[in-house]
């Protein structure tokens, strides 16, 4: 049973580019959450998508939106990149209350 | 607002040794309380979890106690072994709620020597 999948692994965009991720939900699991980690740090909470639906969103920028499709996987997109943004993204899949799964995450480097 | 606090922010133990990683929240609402594993290049991976009914929990050589008074709980990493080496996070959430996000800790980055 293939867990979170995530893609691309890594990615380097410039300044003022848009970039979009993608995450493919554990089987079984209908909830993606998006988090950011830099580099150090806890991950931070960006957004949680649920029948299709942004269901709450973290302090984060407009520039950071989301998609939930009918089979669950998900899409971050970040418009308008800033050197700031350059962190390890971590989508995370769920069922209900419990039993979080992290993909491996995609490393986004802005130059 | 950081409502999970977490310390130390690293730590250096002996094969065998116990390294302790402590956690503070403030938020009371907070009803699930999970502890993270992450390596170098992976996504964090669940370790073990606590409910604040119960003030200790055990699975294998983890263990989590919980002070729900003092909004604190730690883990304890028993006969830690070199692959024990990684980065630990607390976490916290509020798990009845709908959109339950995770808050987590700053990590603890965690050495065991041979």
């Known amino acids: 049973d293939a867990g979170v999948t995530q893609s691309p692994t890594h990615l380097i965009k410039t300044r003022g580019q848009q970039v979009t991720l993608r995450c493919s939900p554990k089987?079984?699991?209908?909830?993606v959450s998006w988090y950011q980690q830099a580099l150090g740090q806890g991950p931070q909470f960006i957004f949680q998508y649920y029948e299709e639906e942004e269901r709450q969103r973290g302090n984060f920028p407009d520039r950071f939106s989301g998609h939930q499709f009918p089979n669950y996987s998900s899409e971050l997109n970040v418009n308008a990149l800033l050197l700031g943004d350059s962190a390890l993204y971590l989508c995370?899949?769920?069922?209900?209350?419990?039993?979080?799964?992290f993909g491996s995450g995609t490393r986004l480097t802005v130059v | 607002q950081q409502q999970v606090k977490q310390s130390p922010q690293s730590l250096i133990v002996q094969k065998g040794g116990i390294p302790i990683i402590n956690c503070a929240y403030e938020n009371t609402a907070f009803d699930y309380f999970p502890w993270y594993q992450q390596f170098p290049g992976k996504g964090p991976a669940l370790l073990i979890a606590i409910r604040p009914d119960v003030s200790e929990k055990k699975e294998g050589r983890f263990t989590i106690s919980f002070n729900k008074s003092a909004k604190q709980f730690s883990l304890h990493i028993m006969d830690s072994q070199p692959g024990d080496s990684a980065t630990y996070f607390c976490a916290a959430s509020r798990a009845q709620a709908a959109g339950n996000k995770l808050t987590f800790g700053g990590g603890t980055r965690v050495l065991v020597k041979p």
């Open positions: 995370a899949s769920h069922r209900e209350s419990y039993g979080y799964t």
């Open positions: 089987s079984g699991h209908d909830t």
